[in-house]
């Protein structure tokens, strides 16, 4: 059974950190190309950024300069280091895998306050 678990977000203020977990089970998430979304209230899920096979990246162009994707094969964790948070990063944070059906997290709770 695959299960996804975010963690990490959190209240932080404007302009600083957090680091979300993707931690993985029953999948290898390095077999596999793992996304990170976000979602606001009333909106569809905004991509956020990706990770491929052979640890390849991409980060969505507007978070490009603060956003990193990176991964722990060892811990089959994927990672989403956010930097100079903004208020308008405000949302829930999802983690994606796609395989031959797309797998969830719950998703986890950023709020940034201005």
């Known amino acids: 059974q695959v299960q996804l678990v975010e963690s990490g977000g959190g209240l932080v203020q404007a302009g600083e950190s957090l680091t979300l977990s993707c931690a993985a089970s029953?999948?290898?998430?390095?077999?596999?190309?793992v996304n990170w979304f976000r979602q606001t209230p009333g909106n569809e899920r905004e991509w956020v950024a990706g990770?491929?096979?052979?640890?390849?990246?991409n980060v969505a162009d507007s978070v490009k300069a603060r956003f990193t994707i990176s991964g722990d094969n060892a811990k089959n964790t994927v990672y989403l280091q956010m930097d100079n948070l903004k208020p308008e990063d405000t949302a829930v944070y999802y983690c994606?895998?796609?395989?031959?059906?797309?797998?969830w997290g719950q998703g986890t709770q950023v709020t940034v306050s201005s």
């Open positions: 029953g999948i290898l998430l390095s077999d596999n190309v």
């Open positions: 994606k895998v796609a395989t031959w059906r797309d797998y």
């Open positions: 990770m491929g096979h052979g640890g390849h990246t």
